[in-house]
């Protein structure tokens, strides 16, 4: 299949939900990520969505429903800046989810951006 029909499918995939929030969720301290970085990175936004997925449902982890997201990881231009980018279908107000992601984000996990830093 060619790269062309490949992002078309995306895009088609993408267009098909009512996204209603896009997020950034950035690092403030990369020191304090240990090991590989990228590994290190991902394990705390998946921490990170995961705990929100609790927050807004309710639910023990072992039959936990998730809001519907998508999230793409970027490392900067220069490579060294591990953050997410994140779609959302919120299924609670937007703004609720917004304050939601940034307290759960700023006071679980020690190497996570201010919330200033996030967007």
Avoid at 13 to 28: P, Q, R
Avoid at 55 to 82: D, L
Wanted: net charge positive; hydrophobic share 40%.
């Amino acid at each position: 299949m060619s790269q062309r029909k490949i992002n078309a499918a995306w895009e088609y995939w993408l267009e098909k939900d009512d996204w209603n929030v896009f997020a950034t969720l950035n690092f403030g301290s990369l020191h304090l990520l240990e090991g590989n970085r990228t590994d290190a990175a991902g394990k705390l936004w998946r921490s990170c969505l995961s705990t929100l997925d609790r927050a807004i449902f309710s639910q023990t982890r072992k039959n936990q429903p998730r809001f519907n997201r998508v999230a793409f990881r970027h490392s900067g231009e220069n490579g060294t800046n591990p953050h997410v980018h994140i779609l959302v279908n919120s299924p609670i107000p937007a703004h609720e989810l917004c304050v939601a992601f940034n307290a759960i984000w700023a006071t679980k996990f020690p190497p996570a951006a201010n919330p200033i830093s996030n967007s």
